[in-house]
């Protein structure tokens, strides 16, 4: 069982206060996990990392000395490197902080609801590991490398992320952040609890790359978080719509697709 076995994490930020609130809540989220350190800086991040082998490192990616990328790039060197975290508040740097294989990346002000949901992926991850997964262990670094690969693009190839745009700024939009995307003239609109985005590919597309247990088209121009809803309610005329829970949002549902909500 996860809460059987040790996890260990290490926090480097050069604000105190994120450090601080990080600190805090993943106390609440994972009142398991044992923070081993939290350093300041990159340099300090590195030395961390190599005398305590923590499972875990959260790393913000603009630090004095050291950037968080860099520290990444020297953990390379490691026979055990820890499951890699960027925070920052800078999303410009997403597509490179993936190809230095960040298993995930927070965005500040942090979001204790997005924190949640990438320590449970962190706890899956790791199952997976002690489990043994990585059966041959043609190397620590291997292994790892090869398991976040099959997490970040696994065998059904669902995205994890759009990648969206908000004026001038191109943004990767987690799909756990997705409440629901509708298209609109020559574009799609992604609405998230805080945040509106736009996209170019088309609806029909965009269904096809999405998990269908989590997405529901209900309407030809409409796909709707499942979990985003919160009640289903036909109106005076025997039209059907969707509540969402949060908001005041009210998504009308096509004829062909009422019958997705026979089980609800």
């Not at 390379?76 to 990346?105: G, M, N, S």
């Not at 289903?232 to 998504?251: A, C, I, P, Q, W």
Request: glycine share 4%; hydrophobic share 40%; aromatic share 8%.
């Amino acid at each position: 069982m996860m809460e059987q076995l040790t996890i260990t994490a290490i926090i480097a930020d050069d604000e105190p206060l994120l450090r601080h609130h990080l600190n805090y809540s993943l106390a609440d989220v994972w009142p398991q996990l044992d923070v081993v350190a939290s350093e300041s800086d990159g340099k300090a991040a590195l030395e961390s990392i190599k005398l305590l082998q923590p499972d875990i490192a959260f790393l913000d990616i603009r630090m004095p000395g050291l950037d968080g990328i860099s520290v990444a790039k020297a953990l390379r060197k490691l026979d055990r490197i820890p499951v890699i975290v960027f925070i920052t508040a800078y999303d410009e740097y997403a597509i490179q902080a993936f190809e230095e294989h960040a298993f995930d990346y927070l965005l500040k002000p942090l979001n204790e609801k997005r924190l949640m949901t990438t320590c449970e992926r962190i706890k899956a991850f790791l199952v997976a590991v002690r489990a043994g997964e990585s059966e041959k262990k043609t190397g620590a670094v291997d292994a790892i490398e090869r398991l976040v690969a099959r997490i970040q693009t696994p065998p059904n190839r669902y995205l994890r992320w759009i990648k969206a745009s908000k004026g001038d700024d191109i943004c990767l939009v987690s799909v756990d952040d997705v409440n629901y995307l509708k298209a609109e003239d020559k574009y799609v609109s992604v609405y998230t609890s805080d945040n509106e985005y736009v996209i170019s590919t088309p609806l029909k597309e965009l269904i096809k790359q999405l998990d269908p247990d989590t997405f529901w088209q209900i309407h030809r121009a409409t796909i709707v978080r499942v979990e985003a809803i919160e009640r289903v309610k036909r109106d005076f005329t025997g039209r059907m719509y969707v509540h969402l829970n949060e908001g005041s949002t009210k998504l009308a549902v096509s004829r062909n697709a009422q019958g997705l909500f026979k089980q609800m």
